[in-house]
């Protein structure tokens, strides 16, 4: 057969035939070629770079796109709604925690059964997996400076992991599963929150406990009434915010025992708490199915983003756009939503064929590419996937099968919430370039649905600039 070399494929008991391998494009995901366009458009053009900037819907102006950190004016078109890959768990369990390698190309995910399971950034194939812990996994963090991962189980052991996936050190601070780890930002310390109700700061190098944030009130050894289900450090502050199954968020000083401030922003258990990366927000999810942003500096609420008809479980900020974060909750669904439109969600993910859902059961992560043009979710259904931004033209067609994609962003035209990306590609090389999306309103809010220019709109909530101070 041609394309195959001699004995390649397999004979076909009692037909004298030889059966050979089917062929099959994989869809490819390269940001190369939109990156150098960027670069020479800064070059040649950089007044475009803070512009509005709109594309033809039509297939063929895929290639005039650029990433995310080339429209910074659309924050829309980052959405990542696209179905580019979904990646089966190889041990048949469900999939608690991930998180992109530091250069972005691969993908590490973290199962119930203690596996770490590396998945390609580019062509998203299985390369390789890995006995991490005898206990089921729940987080993974890298230090900010790139060079270490941590991650901790169910038995309370956080392991110390080189780039290359080498253990090197473990510790045990914790009684029982170690929820969420988080590194301060000159990567010295690290703070663990656990089921065991405690917050804790270690030292990175000695693995030793430096202090037990205890909480006011509370027994002692304590920080919350009940579980720790989240804890972040501040992107370049000395402050800590936890979520408890007590329904409160807390706000800790790390260099003195004690706590700064205590949340009660929702009515159920809260589970996830991320700081916004400029600091002076902190967004939170509870099983009340709400999501509250909470101005830090005014001590009050700034935003509340009701759209889950389920629990929140999953929460991440945009990388490059500071207005943009992705949701997930324990229904399967994922939306985007934007700090300046907190009504309804600017757009949300679906799963191949007719699935009205990204997955099947619960969004136990949903974390960005560095580069913020593709967005990985995990689930208990055993399933990672990959989403991309959607290529401008594309129709509103059901794929028939896993292999191809699912579309559903809104045709290309110059509607302020569109969507637009086309750097998914077909076969094993490089893909389409990168996006340029449609442009944003000039008002407060994201500017019309409709065709033609985009207008401004006069929404409420707060504004892009407030967000990047």
């Known amino acids: ?73 659309n924050a829309a078109a980052s959405a990542c709604t696209r179905f580019v890959h979904s990646a089966l768990n190889k041990d048949r369990s469900s999939v608690n925690a991930g998180c992109w390698m530091p250069d972005g190309r691969r993908l590490i995910t973290a199962s119930y059964n203690g596996m770490f399971t590396l998945w390609s950034g580019f062509s998203f194939n299985f390369e390789a997996t890995q006995q991490a812990h005898d206990e089921p996994l729940f987080s993974l963090c890298w230090s900010r400076g790139g060079e270490w991962l941590l991650s901790g189980d169910g038995a309370g052991t956080v392991k110390y992991w080189q780039t290359t996936l080498n253990n090197v050190k473990e510790v045990s601070p914790h009684a029982g599963a170690v929820r969420a780890i988080s590194f301060c930002p000159t990567d010295t310390y690290f703070a663990t929150g656990s089921d065991d109700g405690t917050v804790k700061v270690l030292d990175f190098e000695r693995g030793t406990t430096v202090r037990l944030m205890p909480g ?31 329904g409160s968020s807390k706000l800790w000083d790390p ?37 509250k942003l909470f101005d830090v500096r005014a001590m009050r609420e700034a935003a509340a983003f009701k759209g889950h008809k389920r629990e929140v479980s999953a929460l991440s900020w945009h990388p490059v756009h500071a207005e943009l974060f992705a949701s997930g909750c324990h229904g399967g669904a994922v939306h985007f939503w934007s700090t300046t439109r907190p009504e309804e969600p600017l757009s949300s993910c679906h799963g191949h064929g007719h699935a009205s859902n990204a ?19 995990f689930s208990q259904d055993m399933h990672t996937k990959f989403w991309s931004r959607a290529r401008p033209g594309e129709p509103r067609t059901a794929p028939r099968d896993e292999e191809e ?13 569109g969507r637009g990306d086309g750097d998914v590609g077909k076969g094993g090389g490089k893909g389409f370039a990168g996006g340029k999306g449609f442009a944003a309103g000039r008002g407060g809010g994201f500017g019309g649905r409709g065709g033609g220019a985009a207008a401004g709109g006069a929404g409420g909530g707060l504004n892009a600039a407030a967000l990047a101070a």
């Open 255 to 291: 260099r003195a025992p004690r706590e700064a401030a205590t949340l009660h922003q929702h009515k159920g258990p809260v589970t996830q708490v991320r700081w916004h990366p400029a600091g002076r927000y902190l967004l939170s999810g509870s099983k009340d199915q709400l999501i």
């Open 405 to 417: 994609a699912t579309e559903v962003g809104a045709p290309f035209g110059g509607g302020g919430r």
């Open 1 to 73: 057969a041609p394309g195959f070399p001699p004995g390649f494929g397999a004979p076909v008991s009692g037909t004298g035939k030889i059966a050979y391998p089917k062929h099959f494009c994989r869809k490819t995901v390269d940001y190369s070629a939109c990156t150098v366009r960027m670069l020479k458009e800064r070059t040649l053009c950089p007044e475009r770079e803070a512009s509005p900037y709109t594309l033809d819907a039509s297939p063929d102006a895929a290639v005039e796109m650029l990433p995310p950190n080339g429209t910074l004016s």
């Open 359 to 377: 997955h099947d059961s619960a969004v136990w992560g949903v974390e960005w590419h560095p580069l913020g043009h593709l967005l990985a979710s």
């Open 216 to 246: 006011a009130g509370l027994e002692a050894g304590k920080s919350h009434r009940w579980d720790v289900k989240h804890v972040e450090w501040h992107p370049d502050k000395a402050m800590l915010a936890s979520a408890s199954k007590d």
